[in-house]
């Protein structure tokens, strides 16, 4: 900062002076408050200038303050000391100054029935005469400078100091009103890189996309920078899988803390907590007491086995999660316990009330009300039904493809959502089949007695045995085990070339034809060593055919489909369908003869 002294007014000896004398204070008024960020320092040396120049006893700063009802002084000079003094905007001489946005010149200010006799009467000082010019920008009131007792001459002030002081408050307005929004700007991008943090920070405790066929999924799209919703689900060791899914109340800062500190409590006591209903109660009492007054969690808890398909889950005030069957019919789940951090007396000791059920090859979807309540392209709500619908529609769809088409219905790129959007879904229908698998694996080598097959000989060894579902990505484990079980048997290279391809021919033909393309049908493959045979069993599950229709067709005719059967009896010692098992189904029998 320059510190070469300012020529007083009354040295000046010429306007043409005056006016330099006046632009260079002008400047360097604005160095200091662009110099510095402490705003404070800025206003006293602007009024320590401003005091100097006019040629002042004193001077003081008022700005407006609690919603410019009133008015305080942040900075004085001179005489008197009166720093942190507050006064009504509406009242004495530097309130109506600010009122009416005009200057003021007091040349008796003790007969003036608007001057505060009170700082005098405090300090021993006498105020003769006052200056007062008020400071705003574009209609924008900030405050006023008053100046008080002329130094020279009789002590009273003349009109160009009035003037002048106007002048000089203008700029001093311009530039608190530039040094606050800089400090706005400041203070706005620290706001930005904290929630930032707080966003990254939340989407460090949402789980990891899972594998394509993992039963569960979920998705998340705040509506701002950070979100109030949650959902989370991990694996505990016994393979069954833990659930949640939250809203917090409000929006900002606040609740995305309570999300985070939610979220964490839930994975933390999930892990060994097995009662989703005594986790929330838990929970609950956390929230009770360590949240901010008015904020609450709604939410859903539970453990899904993906053995069994069977759902333990907990609800605190959440929306009702949907239960689709596999028959397409939806029913609601509503909660029966109020949200956490509610109260503690409304919850029963054993915990919040828990419900079991199973999915029985349906799926169970749990989301906020930004999914019901989001806004389609056409600016209608999806609403339950809307829901219901891309649910029904895309049943067969894997349960990501599903969650993501009714994410796309309201999150549209470059559109605002009205709310967080959170959906969980747990799909059933994978755990379904395992169970009718288990239930039948029982009975796999009786059915295939029953057919009229080996598998009941003395001696036979099941080398080995594959469950997989009609799809044709699961081709590839096939292939893997056929040939691993081949070279273990003893088959040759070539042999075991050959097994591969007719297996996979086989279960195309089951995938294909059988069922139709349909990806949940069951489909077993069993291979025995029946003394020097190697003998593959493949078993589904669909509609029992006519053997008789099953034929190769002739080598001659070029049309497509055919040449897998032919190849298949090509390449195998026998090939036959064996008698249906009493529950339906096919079996195919293929025998290859191990070459010593």
């Not at 949640?244 to 999300?259: E, H, R, T």
């Not at 967080?420 to 799909?427: A, F, Q, V």
Request: proline share 5%.
């Amino acid at each position: 900062m320059n510190d070469t002294p300012i020529p007083k007014a009354s040295e000046t000896a010429s306007s043409e002076s005056q006016v330099f004398d006046h632009l260079e204070l002008l400047s360097q008024m604005g160095q200091d408050f662009v110099s510095t960020r402490d705003l404070q320092s800025s206003l006293v040396r602007a009024v320590q200038h401003i005091t100097d120049y006019v040629g002042a006893e004193g001077g003081a700063l008022f700005m407006l303050e609690d919603e410019d009802t009133m008015l305080e002084c942040q900075a004085s000079v001179g005489a008197t000391e009166i720093t942190g003094l507050r006064l009504p905007s509406d009242q004495g001489i530097v309130g109506r100054s600010v009122q009416e946005d005009a200057p003021e010149i007091i040349r008796d200010a003790q007969n003036d029935p608007r001057f505060y006799k009170g700082v005098d009467k405090q300090t021993g000082f006498t105020t003769l005469s006052i200056l007062c010019a008020p400071m705003s920008v574009k209609g924008e009131r900030i405050g006023a400078i008053e100046l008080i007792n002329k130094k020279s001459g009789d002590g009273l002030f003349d009109d160009s100091d009035l003037h002048l002081l106007r002048a000089m408050s203008a700029s001093a307005a311009l530039a608190i009103h530039n040094a606050r929004m800089a400090e706005a700007l400041v203070e706005q991008e620290r706001l930005a890189r904290e929630l930032e943090l707080a966003a990254e920070i939340q989407r460090s405790l949402l789980p990891s996309e899972p594998e394509d066929d993992f039963p569960v999924f979920g998705i998340n799209f705040p509506a701002r920078t950070v979100s109030g919703d949650f959902f989370d689900f991990f694996e505990l060791p016994d393979g069954r899988i833990c659930f949640n899914l939250g809203d917090v109340s409000g929006k900002g800062m606040n609740a995305a803390l309570l999300m985070a500190k939610t979220a964490s409590l839930y994975r933390c006591l999930g892990k060994t907590i097995e009662h989703p209903g005594k986790l929330l109660a838990l929970i609950n009492e956390e929230v009770c007491e360590t949240a901010a007054r008015g904020m609450f969690v709604t939410m859903v808890g539970g453990i899904y086995d993906p053995k069994t398909g069977i759902v333990l889950m907990a609800n605190a005030g959440h929306e009702p999660p949907l239960l689709h069957s596999a028959s397409g019919e939806f029913s609601e789940l509503p909660a029966e316990a109020p949200p956490l951090g509610i109260s503690t007396m409304l919850v029963d000791e054993d915990g919040y009330p828990e419900e079991e059920f199973d999915l029985e090859g349906g799926a169970l979807y749990i989301f906020t009300d930004g999914v019901t309540e989001g806004y389609k392209k056409d600016g209608s709500e999806l609403g339950a039904e809307g829901v219901k619908e891309i649910l029904s529609k895309h049943q067969k769809d894997q349960i990501k493809v599903r969650l993501n088409t009714i994410a796309g219905k309201i999150a549209r790129s470059g559109e605002a959502l009205r709310d967080d959007l959170t959906l969980i879904g747990i799909d059933g229908a994978a755990a379904q089949v395992a169970k009718k698998a288990a239930g039948q694996s029982e009975n796999m080598n009786a059915d295939i007695g029953e057919g009229g097959g080996e598998g009941q000989v003395l001696g036979a060894e099941t080398m080995s045995s594959l469950r997989i579902l009609s799809q044709p990505n699961r081709l590839k484990l096939v292939r893997e085990l056929v040939a691993e079980t081949a070279n273990l048997a003893g088959c040759c290279m070539e042999d075991t070339r050959d097994l591969v391809i007719a297996v996979d021919e086989a279960l195309q033909n089951v995938i294909r034809h059988a069922y139709g393309g349909a990806p949940d049908g069951d489909i077993v493959i069993t291979m025995e060593r029946q003394k020097e045979d190697l003998v593959i069993y493949v078993r589904d599950h669909a509609p029992t055919i006519d053997p008789s229709n099953v034929k190769p067709r002739d080598l001659d005719d070029i049309r497509p489909g055919g040449l897998g059967t032919h190849f298949i009896r090509e390449v195998m010692d026998d090939v036959e369908f064996l008698p249906p098992p009493k529950d339906g189904g096919n079996v195919l029998r293929m025998v290859k003869r191990i070459k010593q």
